[in-house]
């Protein structure tokens, strides 16, 4: 962790790595039985983990995030994109000011996504490689039979399971409930409408969460950081001309 490191420790390891890993998340509603902290609490875990198993430095959490879109459940602090995207950003270019090139963030909440990845673009434009990790995507694709579709939505009983394998006292699953998310009126195929989380649900559970539990978020815990430790691997080796931007055909 950087942030346990002196900057003599610090020198030394950018003096012969180029990489380090920066998890972000949010402060947010996820449902009656999960804490507030869940997406950046989940994203430091995967983080620090794949870290300590890749002798990589691994940055402390950046908790708040764009999350607008809940703030009529109580807690949730939220960020705009723009003021996101400049801190995260601003923290990256404090990495390359001592040599990081590659940065891999494990990101914690999907909402977040749209300003990371405008980062991300111009980041690379200025020489440095940003990869944005999201372990439900990686647990979808891994694990496609361990929950079914209702389980898999927000504070549902997949991230609810990954919570008691990680925190297990920060879950009271006697809270968790089960809410088929409603459609709104203006709802139809193709259409994208910019509504909030309290439009959809009224326990902030999206879909099916009382199926939670710690063994099957283990198998996903693991299952995501064996993926993430093959990419901060892969980062390692690559030389960062091939991460680059092509010149013009
Ligand atoms: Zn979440």
């Given at each position: 962790m950087l942030h346990e490191m002196s900057w003599v420790e610090a020198k030394e390891y950018f003096a012969k790595a180029d990489i380090a890993i920066l998890p972000v998340g949010s402060n947010e509603q996820h449902g009656p039985q999960n804490p507030l902290g869940t997406d950046h609490l989940i994203a430091r875990a995967i983080a620090e983990e794949t870290a300590k198993r890749t002798g990589t430095v691994c940055l402390q959490v950046i908790p708040f995030g764009v999350s607008s879109h809940h703030k009529q459940f109580w807690g949730t602090i939220y960020i705009s994109p723009g003021t996101f995207k400049s801190y995260v950003k601003e923290a990256c270019l404090a990495l390359n000011y001592y040599g990081i090139r590659k940065i891999v963030i494990v990101n914690?909440?999907?909402?977040?996504l749209p300003a990371l990845m405008e980062m991300a673009r111009e980041l690379r434009e200025k020489g440095i490689f940003v990869s944005i990790f999201q372990w439900w995507s990686a647990a979808n694709r891994l694990l496609p039979d361990l929950f079914k579709p209702e389980e898999r939505g927000h504070a549902a009983a997949e991230e609810t399971s990954v919570n008691l394998a990680l925190h297990p006292h920060l879950v009271n699953l006697d809270k968790a409930v089960d809410e088929e998310p409603r459609k709104h009126t203006?709802?139809?195929?193709?259409i994208i409408l910019p509504l909030d989380t309290v439009n959809c649900t009224g326990s902030g559970?999206?879909?099916?969460?009382?199926?939670?539990s710690a063994e099957k978020g283990k198998k996903v815990f693991e299952a995501i950081v064996n993926e993430l430790v093959k990419h901060v691997n892969l980062l390692k080796r690559a030389k960062i001309e091939d991460l680059m931007q092509k010149p013009r055909v």
């Open positions: 914690g909440h999907g909402g977040n203006a709802q139809t195929e193709g559970v999206f879909g099916k969460s009382t199926t939670a």
